[in-house]
């Protein structure tokens, strides 16, 4: 009964932290572009908040490099339980174009669980906007660990 009240609770009123690994900034533009009033995710219950000890998922873009992926877990750390992670970009999801360079460790999913991918170079807002709403429907059926 308890996490069937905490799933109806956390399905409208998720806030999100946006965490930039390093990367092009393309996917970022992206992502303040579905927070505008044309996308408006915020119909959603979505708000992006300047702390990771007030959001419920952390929309991480870009690789992780050997140099950041200590600032990644500490972040990831930071959010309070449940905690969701959705990976924006080819960067995040699998290092993209930077893959084989010496400084990148590898994707966000390596070094923290990702609940839902967002893939392109960069992604349009309203694949961000799809990634959400299916977290979202993960939420509300159970898939996922409350």
């Not at 839902?116 to 349009?124: H, K, N, S």
Request: a positive charge; hydrophobic letters at 40%.
């Amino acid at each position: 009964m308890l996490s069937a009240i905490k799933r109806w609770s956390l399905k409208r009123s998720l806030w999100a932290f946006h965490v930039n690994t390093g990367g092009c900034n393309g996917c970022d533009i992206e992502i303040l572009d579905a927070f505008t009033p044309r996308y408006d995710v915020e119909r959603f219950g979505i708000r992006l908040v300047g702390s990771p000890r007030h959001a419920d998922i952390l929309v991480v873009t870009g690789p992780v490099n050997s140099k950041n992926v200590h600032r990644l877990l500490r972040i990831y750390e930071q959010t309070p339980e449940p905690k969701f992670v959705v990976a924006v970009g080819t960067c995040a999801a699998t290092g993209g174009i930077f893959k084989n360079a010496y400084n990148i460790a590898h994707g966000v999913d390596k070094a923290i669980p990702v609940h839902a991918y967002v893939m392109g170079c960069p992604p349009r807002p309203e694949a961000i906007i799809d990634a959400i709403v299916a977290l979202i429907g993960k939420i509300e059926r159970g898939e996922v660990k409350i």
